[in-house]
Structure formats: C-alpha cells, structure tokens
T-cell receptor, first 113, second 111 residues
Framework: NAGVTQTPKFRVLKTGQSMTLLCAQDMNHEYMYWYRQDPGMGLRLIHYSVGEGTTAKGEVPDGYNVSRLKKQNFLLGLESAAPSQTSVYFC????????????FGEGSRLTVL | RKEVEQDPGPFNVPEGATVAFNCTYSNSASQSFFWYRQDCRKEPKLLMSVYSSGNEDGRFTAQLNRASQYISLLIRDSKLSDSATYLC????????????FGAGTRLFVKA
C-alpha cells in the first residue's frame, strides 16, 4: 500500500522562486495536513484540510498556500520562497481529528538559497 | 513555556537496559496523547496511544498522569533497533482541536 506519497523528495530553490509540493493519500482519509519540521522544534502545522474543497490555517501559515481540489490530494505552494522556509515538510492524513493515527509521507527536504 | 516539553537527550543506553522518557504538557484541556517514533531522516510513525489506564505493548509501556500533566514512555530490554527519536503528541481542545508535537527525545542504544 502506498499510504501517503509526497513529491518531490528534495528541492533546492533560489529566494523568490515558487514551487508546489504534492501530497497524495490512498486511504480515503478526510483530514490532511502539512507540517514543517525544524531542528530542535516539534512539527508545526502549516495548513490543514477537513475534507475536499476545504482548507484552514495552522500554526505557521504565512508564506504558504494550499488547495484540496480532490479528496486524495493536498497541495502546498510557496509563492515566493525565503531562506526561512528551508525545512523538511511532511504531509499527513488521518481518518479522525482527535483520536485517529496520523499517517505521514516520507518528507520533502527543501532548501532555499 | 512550550505547550509540550520533552528532554531532548540524547539518552545513551546499553542493549538490555530499561529507559524512561517523560513529556509534560501545559494545557489542562488536553484530551488525547500519543507517542510517535521517528527514525533518522524518516517520517514519524505511531508507536502507541496513551490511555488514562495506561497502555502496554510488548516491551513498551506508556502512562498518563493528568494531575501532574505528563505522560511517560518506558522501554524495557532495549534493542539496537530502538534507537530513534521519540515524539510526544498531545491533542488539546482549545475551541478547536489542536495537535501539538514535542521536539522529541533522542535515544541511542549501544551494543
């Protein structure tokens, strides 16, 4: 089973460039999330979605946009990348918001020069 | 003060040792508690949920202390393969459910 798949796995950008991270899940989960993980810090929620066509801001949404046009896909966009956005990005999905297990993708390592 | 705090470690233990980690949380409205495991340069994966009555899964035991607002993870008979970072995760109801991750505790098990 594929579970949660993220693309690309690695990317290097120059400041000001734009890019989109794609997340796909095959578990029919309603909830999807984008997190970033930085050294010494817990995963921080960027944006999330509670179902197809919905998106909501998380803890650190500035500089990012998301879309969930199809239930299985959740896209994270950086319109104008900044060095502060250098991080590892994880997509996750869950069947339940409170007690459900979070299933993570393998992560996308982004470096902004 | 961080909402979820963990000792970053690293904890260096020999094979066969027993090791325990604690995680404290600040929000008394926290409802659900979990331990996730994250291997180096990999994604987090659920290790176990933490119930009010405690939870045991093989060599792993998790406990919740609501009065003191902490959860614990005990690993008995440590294996080399237990080397990883252990993330404490708390879900709090703050007018909407919020999942909060601790920064993790690193464990190295040595032969």
């Amino acid at each position: 089973n594929a579970g949660v798949t993220q693309t690309p796995k690695f990317r290097v950008l120059k400041t000001g460039q734009s890019m989109t991270l794609l997340c796909a899940q095959d578990m029919n989960h309603e909830y999807m999330y984008w997190y970033r993980q930085d050294p010494g810090m817990g995963l921080r929620l960027i944006h999330y979605s509670v179902g197809e066509g919905t998106t909501a801001k998380g803890e650190v949404p500035d500089g990012y946009n998301v879309s969930r046009l199809k239930k299985q896909n959740f896209l994270l966009g950086l319109e104008s990348a900044a060095p502060s956005q250098t991080s590892v990005y994880f997509c996750a999905s869950s069947a339940d918001r409170v007690v459900g297990e979070l299933f993570f993708g393998e992560g996308s390592r982004l470096t902004v020069l | 003060r961080k909402e979820v705090e963990q000792d970053p470690g690293p904890f260096n233990v020999p094979e066969g040792a027993t090791v325990a980690f604690n995680c404290t949380y600040s929000n008394s409205a926290s409802q659900s508690f979990f331990w996730y495991r994250q291997d180096c340069r990999k994604e987090p994966k659920l290790l176990m949920s933490v119930y009010s009555s405690g939870n045991e899964d093989g060599r792993f035991t998790a406990q919740l202390n609501r009065a003191s607002q902490y959860i614990s993870l005990l690993i008995r008979d440590s294996k080399l393969s237990d080397s990883a970072t252990y993330l404490c995760v708390v879900i709090a109801n703050t007018g909407g459910f919020k999942t909060i991750f601790g920064a993790g505790t690193r464990l190295f098990v040595k032969a």
